[in-house]
Nanobody, 120 residues
Framework: QVQLVESGGGLVRAGESLRLSCTAS????????MAWYRQAPGKEREQVASISRSGSPYYEDFVKGRFTISRDDDKNTVYLQMDSLKPEDTAVYYC??????????????WGQGTQVTVSL
């Protein structure tokens, strides 16, 4: 089993930045691709970005140029640097991990989520 714990959420103003972290524990050797998802109130959960074991990133169009995903396998941690935040980025952000390599992470494992709120 793998446990994922997110941190770094909070309340910021539009245009500001936040960095989310997700640290894995347990059977970390089984992890291949990792991703960040988000879910806004009344909306479906959607993938934001993913990263392969080799470090290749994939971004959804609505965050390209603003968000950066990275991973540090020595620390078993994946990061999401979020710049130029907009009010529509407000959501609960979830970390997900798969035991296979795919740019579309289905989520064999999930974190508990961290709230990001962007005000005007």
């Amino acid at each position: 089993q793998v446990q994922l714990v997110e941190s770094g959420g909070g309340l910021v103003r539009a245009g500001e930045s936040l960095r989310l972290s997700c640290t894995a524990s347990g059977n970390v050797g089984s992890i291949d691709a990792m991703a960040w998802y988000r879910q806004a109130p009344g909306k479906e959960r959607e993938q934001v970005a993913s990263i392969s074991r080799s470090g290749s990133p994939y971004y959804e169009d609505f965050v390209k140029g603003r968000f950066t995903i990275s991973r540090d396998d020595d620390k078993n941690t994946v990061y999401l640097q979020m710049d130029s935040l907009k009010p529509e980025d407000t959501a609960v952000y979830y970390c997900a991990a798969d035991s296979r390599n795919s740019y579309r992470v289905v989520g064999d494992f999930w974190g508990q989520g961290t709230q990001v709120t962007v005000s005007l």
